[in-house]
């Protein structure tokens, strides 16, 4: 079991592009959530997600920031236009319905220059 | 809402002393508890987790949890510190929804 894998691991991008974060959860895993760590603030919910529906979006900032998780495929966390106060680490985890087994990925960290 | 807090930013302790770190919590109904601890520039580990059953919950590396359910605590300890022990550890909470609370981390950092 290949547990949960995110990519890319780091990531740079200059301000006003793209940035699409990928996150394939552990085989079984039907739940995907989101979080984002800056320097000093700890580890904040962005958005939790199931397949082809999003459950919790409420960490989410309400612009420039979407999350999806399709039928098939990895889930994406997708921020466009990035700034520099976009530059954290975002890591991804999964779990089976039951409250067991969340489990993380390494992370991406995003580097917005 | 859930909520957990990690008051201490860091904790200092010598090599093969005992350690804690402090987490309190406020959950509505029975909670689920965890300790994670990340390496720098890692992702996160599970150490432990505490659902039902002994308020004692021994995990990972050594380590261990003390449910305390009067005082909304959930401390990690280890008999004796390890040099490799010093990293970020999260205490985090899990109340009525799928949704996993953490706390901002401690950073143990254990002098040889």
């Known amino acids: 079991n290949a547990g949960v894998m995110q990519n890319p691991r780091h990531l740079v991008r200059r301000r006003g592009q793209e940035a699409r974060l990928r996150c394939s959860p552990m085989k079984g895993h039907s739940h995907v959530y989101w979080y984002r760590q800056l320097p000093e603030e700890g580890l904040k919910f962005m958005v939790y997600?199931?397949?082809?529906?999003?459950?919790?979006e409420s960490g989410m900032p309400k612009e420039r920031f979407s999350a999806e998780f399709p039928k098939e495929g990895p889930s994406i966390l997708r921020i466009q236009q990035v700034v520099r106060g976009d530059s954290a680490a975002y890591f991804c985890?999964?779990?089976?319905?039951?409250?067991?087994?969340?489990?993380f990925g390494s992370g991406t960290r995003l580097t917005v220059v | 809402a859930q909520s957990v807090a990690q008051p201490e930013d860091q904790v200092n302790v010598a090599e093969g002393n005992p350690l804690t770190v402090k987490c309190t919590y406020s959950?509505?109904?029975?909670?689920?508890l965890f300790w994670y601890v990340q390496y720098p520039n890692r992702g996160l580990q599970f150490l432990l987790k505490y659902i039902t059953g002994d308020n004692l919950v021994k995990g990972s590396y050594g380590f261990e949890a003390e449910f305390n359910k009067s005082q909304t605590s959930f401390h990690l300890k280890k008999p004796s510190a390890l040099v490799s022990d010093s990293a970020l550890y999260f205490c985090a909470v899990f109340g009525g929804y799928q949704k996993v609370t953490f706390g901002i981390g401690t950073k143990l950092q254990v002098i040889p």
């Open positions: 959950v509505s109904g029975n909670p689920y």
């Open positions: 985890a999964s779990s089976p319905p039951t409250r067991d087994g969340y489990t």
């Open positions: 997600l199931q397949k082809e529906n999003i459950i919790d």
